[in-house]
């Protein structure tokens, strides 16, 4: 796939950057509170978002805690991880993009509102119709998400996920399939951004590589293309602990963002 820019430069050519691993570095951070973790892994509660992150995705440790932290047979999304250890499973696996805000122009939106719980069924509904990627019951919590509402009813949406310390990621944008075109989600993507930059944070997100039409509109208004990213759907070693039903104890796959 073919991008109209080059991507970011990173501070240093041989530190890592901290958007490499932006997933661990929000859970040990702004996220902190959220976490639910072992020693080198570290995970999000089920119902706010599916992802787990390991400190080093090289070590082999890491993996232990996060077979540790999840138990036998689980199934979760992990991020930055290129290989995974023998003894686990690789249920599916893809890849992503992931842009930073260079030259956006931020924005309010006067006819955006603020979501929030009691607005999960909705938001749940144009998630299931337009798949943006995961959002569970409790995805609301991990910060500002802005809709626009017609006649009463949800049509457009975008939010915050990931905060990696001085960073914050854009996700969630989708827009109702009869109510695209306008520009809804980019008005949505500014006055998220503004509310991002206000307390000092740069903007970034990820899109599926093979999502050319996202990735052509977020280079259009300003994100440049950082680094190509890898996602792996991932089983831990074992055999699954039964729940009082009888049915498997484990994660299920969700989309990648």
Known sequence: MSTSVHPAPSPSPTAPHILDNAAWA???????HLAERVGRAARYPTDVSPFAALADPADPRSWDDLAELLGPGAVTPVTAVQTVPDDWTTEQ?????QLVATELDTAPAPEAVRLGPADVPEILDLIA???PGPFLPRTVELGTYLGI?????????????????????ISA???HPEHRGQGLATRLVRAVAAGIRDRGD???????????????????IGFTLRRRTRFVLV???????????????????EEKA
């Not at 509402?149 to 990621?169: F, N, Q, S």
């Not at 740069?202 to 259009?220: G, K, Q, V």
């Open 26 to 32: 929000a859970l040990t951070g702004p996220h902190a």
């Open 93 to 97: 696996s893809g890849y992503g993009v």
């Open 129 to 131: 119709l337009t798949r």
């Open 149 to 169: 509402r017609k006649d009463g009813r949800l049509i457009a949406l975008a939010g915050e996920r990931l905060r990696p310390p001085g960073w914050t990621e």
């Open 173 to 175: 944008v989708c827009t």
């Open 202 to 220: 740069i903007p970034f997100l990820h899109a599926a590589a093979d999502n050319t039409n996202a990735i052509r509109l977020y280079e259009s």
């Open 235 to 253: 089983r831990t070693p074992g055999t699954p602990q039964e729940t009082r039903n009888g049915q498997e104890e484990s994660g299920q796959p």
